[in-house]
């Protein structure tokens, strides 16, 4: 009898608590298992503004979402098969919301996981 590993969300960490001027650091830890890393997605109030998708060409896909601008540089995101981290910078009041980080495995099972924190940002910003 062979027992398949699921994949699990081990920790997610996002900031309860910001200043408007901080760049902030969004991390998620995770265990596939058995299973082999398909793709890690952040969300902001349901809508994806990062993907790492290690089995493609482009691994690193960014989309526009009110209020999230992610430090695109080689130091801004780092995501492996067991962790992904990302950071935030030009925060203003709308950066305040749900973030949720979902991986999921490759064919044939496509298995999902995910985690979700809430963020406040506090102070004025010069963004805004």
């Known amino acids: 009898l062979t027992l398949a590993r699921c994949l699990q969300l081990t920790e997610i960490t996002?900031?309860?608590?910001v200043d408007v001027r901080e760049t902030v650091t969004l991390s998620c830890s995770y265990d596939m298992g058995t299973h082999k890393l398909n793709s890690v997605k952040w969300y902001k109030d349901e809508r994806e503004f990062?993907?790492?998708?290690?089995?493609?060409?482009?691994?690193?896909?960014?989309?526009?979402?009110?209020?999230?601008?992610v430090l695109q540089n080689s130091?801004?995101?780092?995501c492996n098969q067991f962790m992904c981290s990302i950071q935030l910078h030009?925060?203003?009041?709308?950066?305040?919301?749900?973030y949720r980080c979902e991986i999921s495995g490759d064919a044939p099972e496509f298995k999902l996981a995910h985690g979700v924190g809430n963020m406040t940002v506090a102070g004025k910003s010069v963004f805004s």
């Open 14 to 17: 996002v900031p309860d608590v």
């Open 50 to 69: 990062f993907r790492y998708s290690p089995l493609m060409p482009k691994s690193l896909m960014f989309f526009e979402v009110d209020g999230v601008t």
């Open 75 to 78: 130091t801004g995101q780092i």
């Open 90 to 98: 030009r925060l203003n009041i709308r950066s305040s919301g749900s």
